[in-house]
């Protein structure tokens, strides 16, 4: 039986040229942010997808994955429209203009932030400026049920109107002179802009504290604050270079995805949209993964962003240490046990479900997770930094860990339920090992670095002998599979191989996995009906650089920075057929795969 639907005049979403079914396409989603949450806004200028207060929290709009009750604000021409949008330079900051027969308006989108960074509440502004004749404009905030778990009212108090959702609390500002409509469970309204007109619309929020109605010329105010800030954060990194403008906007996108409160990097800001259009592989990637924060820290540290390194790795270290002996996959991003999976009463976007809150891989055994950890302390104390003593005993115990634990079958990179010895969770061992003696000899940890070389080599000489595939002319996904994995290109980079063999392997790679430019991730990716991995198709730039053949690097290259979006924006995965996104959005993998790719064919 359905569950409960929203009031009808809620519920119902306006006619959009953006839209079938009420949804949109992925490609047309751009997120904004404030250090804390991420909301994403469509070309017609809704917003379907809001957590309140945090990124991992239930979402407050959630129409993206439920039409019916997951709730949406709308901002948009009320006749036939054009859209157009980009980023203000140097900033997290939307601006979309809308072209209607009658005129033009600017619409402005921001999360809000403070004099010192985020603000101790949310506040989303959205600034309407007319650019010359006259639009009728309509809008609405409508929250959702929260996956079914909370029904929302809406009242109008003497100090203005008040939204509740649970423990939540939303406040509605607008310019003077715009009529709101309040009914049971959303405020709506209509206005007019002229040319050279503003009216600004105004959402404060706050979780189980007292609400802030700040007043509209507030709001908009820390607009022009928001935007001063980011370009200034912005000002302190230079990507010059031939793709300076898709890595700008890839950094920009990471620091979205970190979460300020601690430091931790989500995976991406979004759960459940689908990696292939027939199901069942919809996951919740707002959890940040050990791997994804290590590229983080490479990335970061190569553009000599020192606050967000320093917060990443205290926070990941830290973390590491509470939850005791071995390291996690991934962690919730205040540090805290990861949420069991549940299954929510949602139907998903265009009905491809299951929607999912929590991730059934944290328990998973991923040997190349002692790699990302390694790697990441290993970049900070090259960079000129010190460890501390009980960073230093405790990445000594994870080395002689690694020792043993090499031995064993895993889940692999792709965090598979058929356990193998998985040719790159071998070599992740590697590299950690290889990490830990440089450690050692530098004096940053103890223990004992001639047994880790020694197993280290041990390791080379099994790959060597067991994982390479004369009939494939490449490292094999593991023994004897006959089949392919892309990540093994990461071994390029991490120094395993950047000789004949690797260079075979990019070969086999894209002759059996590749689609035009895109790569997928493994063998049998495609005929399970997934797109080609975003990530992938970056390391391949890196690995033909690392093998010497950078002509066709740069050529790859200059193909991949095209398949963004409008606003450059990357999810996880693309259909190589029609370029349509599919995963969650935005992916930082992809992005970081892009940084890394750029810098690397710069140094």
Known sequence: MPAPELDPVTSAPSESPCREDSFVAL?????????????LVAEDGAIDWFPIPNLDSIPAFAAMLDSSNGGRLELTPAVSFTSSRRYLPQTNVLETTFVTESGRVRVTDALNLGLDGRLPWTELVRRIDGIDGEVPMRWRVAPG?????????????????????????????VSEGMHAEVTDQAVSGTCTVDG????????????????MLSEVADIDHGLDRTIEHWTNWSGQFDCDGDWDAAVHR??????????????????AATTSLPERLSGGKNWDYRYAWVRDTAYALDALRRLDIREETHAAISWLLRTVRRHGAGTGVFYSLDGSPVDPVIEREAAGWRGIGPVV???????????????DLFNTVRLYVDAGHALDTQTGHLLADFADQACDAWRNRDAGMWELEQLEHYTTSKLGCWHALRCAVGLAEQGQIPGDPERWAREAERIREWVERACWSEALGAYEWYPGSGKLDASILLHAGSGYDRGPRMSSTVDALRRDLGSGPLLYRC???????EGAFVACSFWVVSAL???????????????????????GVYAEMIDPGD??????????????ALIGAALDLQS
């Open 196 to 211: 050279g007109t503003r009216r600004v619309i105004g959402v404060v929020a706050t979780d189980a504290e007292p609400l």
């Open 579 to 592: 370029t349509a996104f599919l995963g969650n959005l935005p992916q930082g993998l992809s992005h970081l």
């Open 357 to 371: 809150t929590g991730n059934r891989a944290h328990s998973q055994l991923q040997l190349s997770i002692y790699a």
């Open 523 to 529: 063998s049998g990716a495609r005929e399970q009906g």
């Open 27 to 39: 490609r047309s989603y751009a997120p904004i942010g404030d250090g804390r949450t991420i909301a």
């Open 250 to 267: 890839s950094v920009l996108l990471l620091k979205l995805l970190i979460f300020s409160p601690t430091g931790a990097v989500a995976a």
């Open 145 to 173: 049920t929260c996956f079914n778990t909370a029904s929302p009212w809406a009242r109008q108090t003497p100090h203005g109107i008040v939204l509740r959702l649970k423990d939540l609390n939303l406040g509605v500002s």
């Open 545 to 567: 650089h690392y093998v010497g053949r950078g002509d066709e690097a740069r050529e790859l290259m200059n193909q991949l920075v095209t398949l963004s979006n409008d606003v």
